[in-house]
């Protein structure tokens, strides 16, 4: 069955460094998601990305963070100086159409930044 | 307004027993609600959903109660195992084509053997 990947699994870095998660999304899906997972809270939305472009993104997802697509598989997202705050799971997902299509998470990355 | 709230926070069943875990929503345009079953170490991952055109969903032994006049909705588990110890969230999202989700807070299940 076809899943979404992401890598990698656990990332460490110094605050204010840049970070890229990766993910590559399950290959027919056309609706991308970045969520994330402080721990022990809620799964937060963080963007969608359909068409090359956002199309909806959280009062979290600041300037600090940006995504891409960068060729027919993979989809990431930049921290471009992390914080502390920053520290969370964050997971990827897709979905193969409009609202009424499931979405399918990756299995996360966990950043923690020291 | 968008703020799905979930209930309770954590909960312990015997094996055999029915867990139930309610949430509630305000939007009255939320029109898709999700519950997703998350392992440790896991991304959450879809369980069952319903739409609002129904009152109940039944998949196995997992049931979705929903009344709309109250804008709540609940994730009833027939029968629970020790295998279905896991967090669950709700979620709720409105047809706008993007499918952006609202993750309730989730409730942390434990089924004792």
């Known amino acids: 069955e076809p899943e979404v990947t992401q890598t990698p699994s656990h990332q460490v870095t110094q605050m204010g460094q840049e970070v890229i998660l990766r993910c590559v999304p399950i290959s027919n899906h056309l609706y991308f998601y970045w969520y994330r997972q402080i721990l022990g809270q809620k799964v937060e939305f963080l963007v969608s990305?359909?068409?090359?472009?956002?199309?909806?993104k959280s009062e979290i997802f600041d300037d600090q963070f940006s995504v891409e697509r960068p060729d027919g598989s993979n989809f990431t997202l930049k921290i471009r100086s992390t914080k502390l705050e920053d520290s969370a799971m964050y997971f990827c997902a897709s979905s193969p159409g409009r609202a009424w299509d499931t979405q399918y998470f990756g299995p996360g990355t966990r950043l923690t930044v020291l | 307004q968008q703020q799905v709230k979930q209930s309770p926070q954590s909960l312990i069943v015997q094996k055999g027993g029915i867990p139930i875990i309610n949430c509630a929503y305000e939007?009255?345009?939320?029109?898709?609600f999700p519950w997703y079953q998350q392992f440790p170490g896991k991304g959450p991952a879809l369980l069952i959903a319903?739409?609002?055109?129904?009152s109940e969903k039944k998949e196995g032994r997992f049931t979705i109660s929903f009344n709309k006049s109250a804008k709540q909705f609940s994730l009833h588990i027939m029968d629970s195992q020790p295998g279905d110890s896991a967090t669950y969230f709700c979620a709720a999202s409105k047809d706008s084509g993007y499918s952006t989700l609202t993750f309730g807070k989730g409730t942390m299940l434990l089924v004792s053997p």
């Open positions: 319903i739409r609002p055109d129904v």
């Open positions: 939007n009255t345009a939320f029109d898709y």
């Open positions: 990305f359909y068409n090359n472009e956002i199309s909806e």
